[in-house]
């Protein structure tokens, strides 16, 4: 895909490390019915809006098979919150 994804797009695999320092990536929910990946941080005023309807729809969600992979984009080093 050149640019940027469009609705209806298939991501490419790709792998970041989680909380507990293991890499993951996106064909480890294969098995999955779906994936929502969000891209948040913890000191963004917008995310912290979304955090508790989030939190709803993981509740409502998963066991359903549905997967919320939350992805902290920013640097510790730049922004200490995260």
């Given at each position: 895909i050149d640019g940027p994804y469009q609705i209806g797009d298939t991501v490419k695999d790709f792998q970041v490390k989680s909380i507990s320092g293991q890499m993951v990536?996106?064909?480890n929910y294969d098995d999955q019915k779906a994936l929502i990946v969000t891209f948040m941080c913890n000191t963004c005023p917008i995310v912290q809006l979304y955090d508790q309807?989030?939190?709803?729809?993981?509740?409502?969600?998963?066991?359903?098979?549905?997967?919320?992979?939350g992805?902290?984009?920013?640097?510790?080093?730049r922004q200490p919150g995260d």
């Open positions: 990536s996106l064909k309807r989030i939190k709803d729809l993981h509740q409502m969600y998963a066991p359903k098979g549905v997967v919320l992979l992805i902290n984009a920013n640097s510790p080093k």
